[in-house]
């Protein structure tokens, strides 16, 4: 396996786009309210996450096509979120210039 030129560059654009989202995610937690999040749902996150990882374990491959479908469906579910904070830009943008 060579590193090629490209798979550099596929490699650069990836790691873009991860700590693109990344950024772009704890910038939504203000909308997302992360820090008012019921302790019910914080312990349903946290075991959905074993399960995740249980899955793995039990089978590679099962683990694999069930935690990219879970990943497709949060770029899907994530984008009315988006569409929120695009809407907020101009909002913030014009509450800089004032000051």
């Known amino acids: 396996f060579e590193l090629t030129p490209l798979i550099i560059r596929v490699q650069v654009f990836l790691a873009f786009i991860y700590t693109y989202h990344f950024l772009n995610w704890f910038s939504k ?22 399960a995740s990882v249980g899955l793995y374990f039990y089978n590679y491959r099962y683990g694999i096509v069930v935690l990219f479908f ?12 988006n569409v929120v904070s ?4 101009p909002k913030l943008l014009k509450g800089y210039r004032r000051k």
């Open 29 to 50: 937690t203000g909308i997302i309210r992360w820090h008012s999040v019921p302790r019910f749902q914080l312990i349903l996150t946290f075991v959905i996450w074993i």
């Open 86 to 89: 695009f809407m907020e830009i």
């Open 70 to 81: 879970l990943s497709l469906l949060h770029v899907f579910v994530e984008f009315p979120l």
